[in-house]
Structure formats: structure tokens, C-alpha cells
């Protein structure tokens, strides 16, 4: 509307989701102030460069710093929308059970500069009930303003729920045109963060209440893990009856009512290996199905391991190559890898036997510190590796022709190279393509 005062935005975070939708909120036209605790970050972003890899997004963010529509700082500023973007990971216990300090540290932030007729969102991946913990603790540090669902009066303040639904590489591109479930505390509070949510949404907005929208992102990802461990489980099913599990799901899913997905060696990411914890936690004794998926998929990583062995003490001499440490292909990504996990384990094992390509990485973290394990590139691996074991499906890896795959053993977990010949008797009898 010409005219219009834009609302003034702070998004508090500024990581994987929380610069690509501070870079998106300023393209759409309001001024935001984007909040982070590191100074490398913040230094970053206002010189117009970004410090994660994210397609479009460098050109993105220096557009809207050069116009001046996004800044950043370490200090909380008063705004008219709060939008939380903090981490939410597991806390140290060793139980899954689901840290929200994050969340909370950011709310206390926001509650100093808060003012009647603000809105806070919160966006992070969260177990169910944390967006009202988030408005009791507001209100405890604010008495002097009235929030929804504690006064029969006219509230001050609006508090809603609304998770993102991305995908690494397509982030700015989904941010925009995928639906959002927008929960609000109250309808009112829903219907307010809708009003901000279509400035720069394209996809339908759906109005719930903010427990409701917890859960649906939750439960999102909890069916996304339940099928991935389906496959996986097939392919070791697969592999213990000597099968091609790749040409079984093929045909399986020519079936019109069958869409088996692809398996690979476990589940990562911050959100799918996470997120289905959050609603065990919830209901432990309600939850064996997604308590077990996440068993196999995390077990996956550790057949693919003994599998990985298997093959290398066939080959007692061999140069290794583990192909891949993103969670998933084509980004820098390493978050919950389960191809980090087992490049690590088998690194500690082999050590200086042991080589790393990974596209997306300038230096191999902190795991393989002392393991004697080098990053090298795909041409370097194919010139002077004898085991290859592929963890990621990069496309670089993936047009890698058969011509310069023979005579290598190969443990391919991702089914990119089916027309790799299986290795004879001394791989020790492992078919290694699942």
C-alpha cells in the first residue's frame, strides 16, 4: 500500500534460517536489525557477505545492506516485530531431551526493549508448549504490559509460533513460496503475525493455535525420519539376502501407490535426526514407532561402518577415499552428518590411509584432528585411492564416469554409480551398494 509505514523487524539469529529470512523480511521493503551474539558474524553481515553458503544469498544480502534495509548488531534494539531464529539442540544428558536456553536467552533479550503493540515470533524448532514458556517468561519480566492468554483484557502484545519449512539450497526460493502454519497464543495474536507473514510470503498462510503449529512441525519431520528408516532397514534386509536394494525399490515403485525413498548411510541435518526426539520427550510411552525409526537410522550409520571395514581389510594395503561429510548433497551442511560420523570413525581407524573429499568444506573439522586423515579433491582420489566409499550425493561425484571408477572398490551408500561392477570374492563376499 503506497504509503504504508513498513513495520521495523528485528530477527534474533542469524544462522542457516535466520539470515535468509532477515535478508527476505528487508527485500520485501521493512528495515530489520538483525541480532547475534558473535562479532565475526555481525561484522560480516554488514560489510554485505554472509558467512554461511546458501544459493542467491550473497547477492541477496549485500543488495539489502547497500540499500540499507539490513543491518547488524550484538545490542537488541527496540522494533515492532521480534522474530526468533535461535538454535534449538539437545541438552547435554545424554537423553535427547530438547535444550530451549536458546530460545529463552532471546526472549529475555526481547523483554527489555518490548512495547505495547509489538509482535514476537518464534520460529525455532521446538517442543510442544514452548511458545507459551516463552510468554511466561516475558511476562514476568515485563508486569507492566498485558499478554494473551493471561488477561481477560485487550492484550499488548501479540506471541506466535511459526517454524519454517526449507530445504538447504532452495532456502530463499521456499522461504517465500512454501505454506506456513502461523499459531498464534490467541486467534488474535494468529491473526496479526498473518498480516506481517504475507509481506513477504507468497504460499498459503494457515492460522492454528501455537501448540498445534509446534507439533505440525514436529511431526513433519518425525514422518520424514519413519520413512527414511524404512528404507534404510530395507537395505540392510537387502544386503543380508545378497540383493541390489537400489533395483528392488525401483521396481517397488512402480507400484502406483508405492514411493519407497532412497536409503543411505543414516539421517542428518539439524532438523529430521532432532526433531522426532522433541515429541518422544513429549510422550515417551506413546511414541515406540518414532522412538524405533530413529534406532534404525542412527544404527544405519554404524552397519555402513562394519560394512566400510569389511571392505578395507579386504584391500590391507589401499588408499581410502570417503566421498562426502555434508547431510545431504550439494551444501556445506555438515550438521547431525551421519557421512561425518562415519569419515571420522573410519579416519581414526585407518589415519593417514585415509582421504576426505568434501566440495564444500576448506578444512576438515574438528573430529579428524590428529587422525592423520587429509582433504584432497575428486580428481586426487580417483588418481591415487583404491577404496572409494561414497557418503554424500554431490554432484560432482555423481558424473564421475565408470571409466575412471574401474579397478577401484567401491562402497557406494548412496546408489549414485549403478553401473559399478560389485566386487568379487576378495571384498568378502559384501555386494557394497547399499
Not at 305 to 333: S, T
Request: hydrophobic content about 45%.
Amino acid at each position: 500500500m503506497q504509503g504504508e509505514t513498513k513495520p521495523r523487524v528485528c530477527v534474533v539469529g542469524l544462522g542457516y534460517i535466520g539470515l535468509p529470512t532477515a535478508a527476505i523480511i528487508a527485500r520485501a521493503g521493512c528495515p530489520v536489525l538483525g541480532l547475534d551474539v558473535t562479532q565475526h558474524v555481525v561484522d560480516t553481515i554488514n560489510r554485505g557477505e554472509i558467512h554461511i553458503e546458501e544459493v542467491d544469498l550473497d547477492g541477496l544480502v549485500r543488495g539489502v545492506v547497500q540499500r540499507g534495509l539490513l543491518r547488524a548488531s550484538t545490542q537488541i534494539e527496540p522494533a515492532d516485530v521480534f522474530v526468533i531464529a535461535v538454535p534449538t539442540p539437545f541438552a547435554k544428558d545424554g537423553h535427547h531431551t530438547p535444550d530451549v536456553s536458546y530460545v529463552m536467552a532471546a526472549a529475555t533479550e526481547v523483554a527489555a526493549v518490548l512495547k505495547a503493540g509489538d509482535t514476537v515470533i518464534l520460529e525455532s524448532t521446538s517442543p510442544v508448549g514452548t511458545t507459551e514458556a516463552m510468554r511466561d517468561l516475558i511476562a514476568g519480566l515485563r508486569p507492566d504490559l498485558k499478554f494473551p492468554g493471561l488477561t481477560r483484557e485487550t492484550p499488548d502484545v501479540a506471541i506466535a509460533y511459526c517454524p519454517e519449512r526449507v530445504l538447504p539450497g532452495r532456502i530463499l526460493e521456499e522461504l517465500a513460496n512454501n505454506d506456513r502454519s502461523i499459531g498464534g497464543i490467541t486467534p488474535r495474536c494468529a491473526r496479526k503475525a498473518l498480516a506481517f507473514y504475507k509481506r513477504f510470503v507468497r504460499g498459503a498462510c494457515v492460522t492454528t493455535d501455537a501448540r498445534s503449529a509446534e507439533m505440525t512441525k514436529l511431526v513433519e519431520n518425525a514422518y520424514r525420519d519413519v520413512n527414511i528408516a524404512f528404507a534404510n532397514e530395507l537395505s540392510i534386509v537387502a544386503d543380508r539376502m545378497g540383493l541390489d536394494v537400489w533395483e528392488v525399490i525401483r521396481l517397488a515403485n512402480r507400484h502406483p501407490r508405492v514411493n519407497i525413498l532412497q536409503p543411505g548411510p543414516g539421517v542428518g541435518g539439524h532438523c529430521i535426526a532432532v526433531d522426532p526426539w522433541f515429541i518422544v520427550h513429549g510422550a515417551p510411552d506413546e511414541t515406540p514407532l518414532i522412538r524405533t525409526a530413529r534406532g534404525v537410522n542412527d544404527a544405519k550409520m554404524h552397519h555402513v561402518i562394519d560394512r566400510a571395514v569389511a571392505l578395507i581389510e579386504a584391500h590391507p594395503a589401499a588408499r581410502i577415499a570417503c566421498l562426502g561429510l555434508a547431510f545431504k548433497a550439494n551444501i556445506d551442511d555438515f550438521r547431525e552428518s551421519p557421512a561425518r560420523f562415519v569419515a571420522a570413525r573410519i579416519a581414526r581407524r585407518y589415519g593417514p590411509r585415509v582421504h576426505i573429499v568434501e566440495p564444500y568444506a576448506s578444512a576438515l573439522p574438528v573430529e579428524f584432528t590428529d587422525s592423520g586423515a587429509s582433504l584432497i579433491d575428486i580428481d586426487t582420489a580417483l588418481e591415487t585411492c583404491d577404496v572409494l566409499i561414497v557418503l554424500v550425493d554431490h554432484d560432482v561425484f555423481r558424473v564421475v564416469p565408470l571409466a575412471e571408477r574401474a579397478g577401484h572398490a567401491v562402497y557406494d551408500t548412496r546408489g549414485i554409480w549403478p553401473d559399478q561392477p560389485a566386487p568379487g570374492p576378495d571384498a568378502g563376499g559384501l555386494r557394497l551398494v547399499g
